[in-house]
């Protein structure tokens, strides 16, 4: 059974930094698509930023127009993690932020949610100003 559990979610205030950590269990994604989403209330679930390595290992990174600069997303793949280190927070940051995987290598349409097929619970990021 294959889970992704999220952490490193809470309360900061704006200007601040917190570090989201997705560790996936019972299959690896070494190969495939690793990503975050978040979903704030009353709103569809949104892109956030996507990693992957293509087939001569070279590392691809991919961020919505919102949070680059800003967010950087990055991956262990030893320990089947995937990172979202997000600094210059902001009170529209607030959401909860879901981890997304998938085994293929590239994902065309990698900022739809439905191109993923494995998802964690969640984690709320709350900002304040």
């Known amino acids: 059974q294959v889970q992704l559990v999220e952490t490193g979610g809470g309360l900061v205030q704006a200007g601040g930094s917190l570090r989201l950590s997705c560790a996936a269990s019972?299959?690896?994604?070494?190969?495939?698509?690793m990503g975050w989403f978040r979903q704030a209330p009353g709103q569809e679930r949104e892109f956030v930023a996507s990693?992957?390595?293509?087939?001569?290992?070279?590392?691809?990174?991919y961020y919505a127009d919102s949070v680059r600069g800003r967010f950087t997303i990055s991956r262990d793949n030893a320990k089947n993690t995937v990172y979202l280190q997000m600094n210059s927070l902001k009170p529209e940051d607030t959401a909860v932020y879901y981890c997304a995987a998938d085994t293929l290598t590239f994902i065309s349409h990698y900022k739809e949610p439905a191109e993923y097929d494995y998802w964690g619970q969640g984690t709320q990021v709350t900002v304040s100003s």
């Open positions: 990693t992957r390595w293509d087939i001569t290992r070279t590392y691809y990174a």
């Open positions: 019972g299959r690896t994604f070494s190969s495939g698509t």
